[in-house]
């Protein structure tokens, strides 16, 4: 008589959180949580996923301890497997592989250089946000490069740093090839109260908010603080909520991989009343989607960056029936300078500071008021305005250029008056 024993692999229930991720089919996985929040050990999830499908997986972290955590979760759901000798274990590489080539291997690498040489169908970059970020622009990413594999990002946040701009794309994202998840400690159903209490023992209140709420914390270079509290603005307005008041649009017209961004703000309530974000389509139907937007709205006056949509385009506008605004320098639209822009933008800066204006919470457009940098030369002094390599920042400059119109409109009160005195 023949015995047949049967092998599992024991895989983890997964929280909600966690089964987001799990079951997405992006090409790139950008995963941010608290500490304890389930994010390694729903990569090793993946880790193991992949073995079995024959997939050569590669997961680096910058320290020991983490890299040990993920290889006890990858060898605790193996185990059977291993002990029938269906896959082989060696401790000291890290290693776990079957007969077909199919490997997960776990290494500690502070210094990328350390992952030269490798390659994988899928890798996991652990607590990627206190790694160096040539790990994964000019190794991981290379490595990859074959086979077209996957690659999985986790980490807790350090302020806005490479991670973060690694995020805020992600999330913009709408080819379906990166995803982006957020969670928090709390959002773990697995971590008991005294887990909880030993992480959080002694610490700061921007430590907890780092360190278990996930929150990407300012850096000292940020441009615009106090967001939080200037995000209410209704989501749901319509036009007859401000009937008889003046709406103004600032637009950032996309030239080719960025967005073209609209901002519509009332004058009279300094709120965001609506907003639009749109790439790749053609530029009539760009032109037409606008005109449609303002007329919605009766929008009193445009502010378009003149530097991306040149006169004739700007002309092309005002011939279509939509007011069109001027700039400081009295010309069709906003010519964006060195001199004119750190105006622009410092006005913004102070409009949330003072909590001037409520504008719409949307995780794309806060994210690139987070991300947006100011960057002194050594020689002038001067602020150098913009978004980090990566990192669009369309929305950011079609909200100046909405403030700016707003306040301008506010300055002179010309009900009517379509160009500013």
């Known amino acids: 008589m023949t015995t047949v024993t049967e092998l599992r692999v024991h895989l983890h229930k997964p929280h909600a959180k966690q089964r987001e991720f799990l079951d997405s089919p992006a090409k790139r996985k950008v995963i941010v949580a608290g500490r304890r929040g389930g994010k390694t050990t729903g990569a090793s999830d993946l880790a193991v996923d992949a073995l079995l499908q024959g997939r050569r997986v590669l997961e680096a972290a910058p320290k020991g301890d983490q890299t040990d955590a993920f290889w006890r979760l ?3 759901a193996v185990a059977e497997l291993t002990g029938a000798g269906i896959v082989y274990k060696n401790e000291t590489e890290r290693v776990l592989r079957m007969p077909d080539g199919a490997q997960i291997r776990a290494k500690t690498a502070w210094d990328a250089d350390g992952l030269r040489g490798d390659y994988a169908d899928l890798l996991i970059l652990d607590e ?17 490069l074959d086979n077209d594999g996957d690659a999985v990002f986790i980490f807790t946040p350090k302020r806005r740093n490479h991670a973060f701009h690694l995020y805020q794309p992600a999330i ?48 000292e270079g940020a441009v615009f603080r106090n967001l939080a509290a200037c995000m209410h603005a209704p989501l749901d307005a319509t036009p007859w909520d401000h009937r008889g008041h003046r709406i103004v649009a600032g637009v950032d017209w996309a030239q080719s991989i960025d967005y073209t961004a609209v901002s519509l703000v009332c004058v009279e309530c300094r709120t965001e009343v609506a907003r639009d974000r749109f790439q790749k389509i053609d530029y009539a139907l760009q032109r037409a989607r606008l005109e449609a937007l303002c007329e919605k709205w009766g ?5 378009p960056e003149a530097n991306s949509m040149g006169v004739p385009i700007i002309e092309e ?55 947006y940098e100011a960057n002194y030369s050594e020689r002038t002094g001067r602020p150098r305005y913009g978004a980090p390599e990566g990192v669009h920042d369309d929305t950011v400059m079609a909200r100046a250029l909405a403030a700016w119109a707003a306040e301008q409109l506010r300055v002179y009160n010309k009900p009517g008056v379509h160009r500013y005195a």
């Open 74 to 76: 990858c060898k605790e």
């Open 128 to 144: 990627y946000s206190i790694m160096d970020p040539s790990a994964w622009n000019e190794v991981g990413a290379p490595m990859l």
């Open 172 to 219: 913009s994202d709408d080819t379906g090839r990166w995803g982006a998840w957020h969670f928090t400690s709390l959002d773990n159903p697995y971590l008991s109260q005294d887990a909880l209490e030993e992480i959080t023992q002694d610490m700061t209140e921007a430590a907890y908010r780092q360190e278990v709420m996930a929150e990407f914390l300012e850096n």
């Open 299 to 303: 929008v009193h006056g445009v502010l």
């Open 317 to 371: 506008l005002e011939e279509s029936g939509l007011p069109i605004l001027t700039g400081p320098d009295k010309k069709l639209g906003f010519w964006t300078t060195s001199s004119s822009k750190p105006p622009l933008i410092r006005n913004l800066e102070l409009a949330f500071e003072n909590t001037e204006y409520q504008w719409q919470a949307d995780p794309v457009w806060t994210g690139e008021l987070e991300a």
